[in-house]
């Protein structure tokens, strides 16, 4: 949800070109920053599962990247085309 806020952010203000870079960079570490500051304490389901912290984190970016860049095609392929 942090991520989306700061991404809507940068569209408002940039365009929707700047959503790509946003998410992938600000608003990922914004989501972080704000998990680590203020949600420190829940329960986290894999630590009972044998993932690091580590892991998850560089599996989470490899997922949003992923994700950012499919979205980033879609809507190119669109442009594209229309």
Do not use: H, P, Q
């Not at 809507?8 to 704000?34: C, E």
């Not at 690091?52 to 979205?71: P, R, V």
Request: hydrophobic share 55%.
């Amino acid at each position: 949800m942090i991520n989306l806020t700061v991404c809507a952010i940068a569209v408002v203000l940039g365009g929707f070109d700047y959503f790509f870079i946003m998410f992938l960079s600000f608003g990922f570490l914004m989501s972080i920053g704000f998990k680590e500051l203020y949600r420190r304490n829940d329960y986290l389901f894999y630590s009972n599962n044998g993932i690091s912290k580590i892991w998850l984190l560089i599996m989470s970016y490899l997922m949003t990247f992923g994700t950012t860049i499919l979205m980033g095609l879609i809507v190119f392929l669109i442009k594209k085309i229309f």
